[in-house]
């Protein structure tokens, strides 16, 4: 199932050249992974205080190809590429209207104990709607 969340390019995304930031484009992938979450009915405090279970990010790798701009409309993918017992793989692309992708990443999230940070197995009822949504 195929799921991009729009995003628009504020000013304070940008830096003295007038491009989004590097970093910003994590928190636009971080915001469509809650979103992608959302569509399957799990919100993250839920998660937290019904199922003790944060999720955190484990490993990043991005590539950069395009910048984007003060006030551009962009949308951001969310795919799940990878079901463990403990982490879910997302593939991530930033890009523009046209489909120009800007930033593409591949995001290992880890599912924790909210209580005592170590590794905790993903919600069976979870692991099956993420596995009807692939």
């Not at 009915?41 to 990043?60: H, I, P, T």
């Not at 949308?75 to 046209?98: G, I, M, N």
Request: hydrophobic share 40%; glycine share 4%; net charge negative.
């Amino acid at each position: 199932m195929k799921f991009e969340w729009p995003i628009r390019v504020y000013y304070e995304d940008t830096d003295a050249a007038g491009i989004v930031y590097y970093a910003n484009y994590l928190k636009y992938m971080e915001r469509a992974r809650t979103e992608r979450l959302r569509v399957l009915g799990y919100e993250q405090d839920d998660l937290m205080q019904n199922e003790k279970v944060v999720f955190a990010v484990r490993s990043v790798e991005a590539d950069y190809l395009k910048p984007a701009r003060f006030n551009e409309e962009l949308l951001v993918s969310a795919e799940f590429t990878e079901l463990k017992r403990a982490s879910l793989l997302f593939h991530q692309q930033v890009k523009h209207l046209d489909g120009t992708v800007l930033c593409e990443g591949t995001i290992r999230i880890a599912c924790l104990d909210s209580e005592s940070m170590s590794p905790k197995k993903i919600p069976n009822e979870m692991i099956e709607r993420i596995k009807n949504g692939f």
